[in-house]
């Protein structure tokens, strides 16, 4: 049925990331970039879902440069989600062999870090069973492309010449981001979002990957 299925990262293959995490990294950033005593508001603003209007006003208070302070940002959230997968903090699903049951081309689209993600597919062995990956470039840039925007959506569709595909995600900006791909999206419901109210419809609510092989499977699961 579809040429591709894309899946975000975290919170879908791997799981997410403790939030006590990224706010050290953070505080962590500003402290490398000379502020030694940030607001805890200013803290948790940028360690996940800051904007760039956001992000260079709450630069501008400290008096740092917005493309240096979220250069090292996004390097100290990376090491930080490194050093958690490593301990075995952030593993992958169980349910997450599965894909190599479905009929289609993979790729994997996600707003955290290229680094991250690319680090992340291959520290647990998933890195081979996608033809691509995107994560964002360590710029400003880069958080106007995040999701629900489609762009990192539709430069892996264009790596796989996909003319129909499925984008599996655990956030309203998945589904949006599918919706402005022009694509059907999955919303799957990890024990994080059973109670995670939509304000869009996905094309399909799932419980785990296991579904998706009666939406785009090749064979049965038990033959894995």
């Not at 949006?176 to 791909?181: F, I, K, L």
């Amino acid at each position: 049925m579809y040429d591709a299925v894309v899946f975000d990262n975290d919170g879908v293959l791997i799981g997410r990331t403790p939030f006590d995490t990224l706010r050290e990294a953070a505080w962590n950033a500003f402290e490398s970039v000379g502020v030694a005593d940030p607001s805890l508001a200013h803290v948790e603003d940028v360690a996940v879902g800051v904007d760039p209007a956001t992000l260079t006003d709450i630069c501008d208070r400290y008096g740092v440069d917005p493309t240096e302070f979220w250069r090292v940002r996004d390097e100290t959230a990376s090491a930080a989600q490194v050093a958690d997968a490593r301990r075995g903090r952030k593993t992958p699903y169980d349910d997450v062999d599965v894909i190599r049951h479905l009929d289609a081309s993979l790729g994997v689209v996600s707003s955290n870090q290229q680094a991250t993600v690319d680090f992340l597919l291959d520290h647990f062995g998933l890195a081979d069973r996608f033809e691509t990956a995107y994560g964002r470039e360590p710029s400003i840039a880069s958080l106007s492309r995040k999701k629900p925007s489609p762009y990192y959506i539709e430069r892996a569709l264009e790596d796989v010449d996909a003319g129909t595909a499925l984008f599996v995600g655990d956030n309203e900006s998945d589904v949006r981001a599918a919706d402005n791909a022009g694509i059907d999206s999955a919303f799957i419901r990890r024990p994080h979002r059973r109670s995670y109210e939509l304000s869009t419809q996905p094309t399909y609510e799932i419980d785990d990957l296991h579904d998706l092989v009666s939406i785009c499977g090749r064979g049965p699961v038990g033959s894995i």
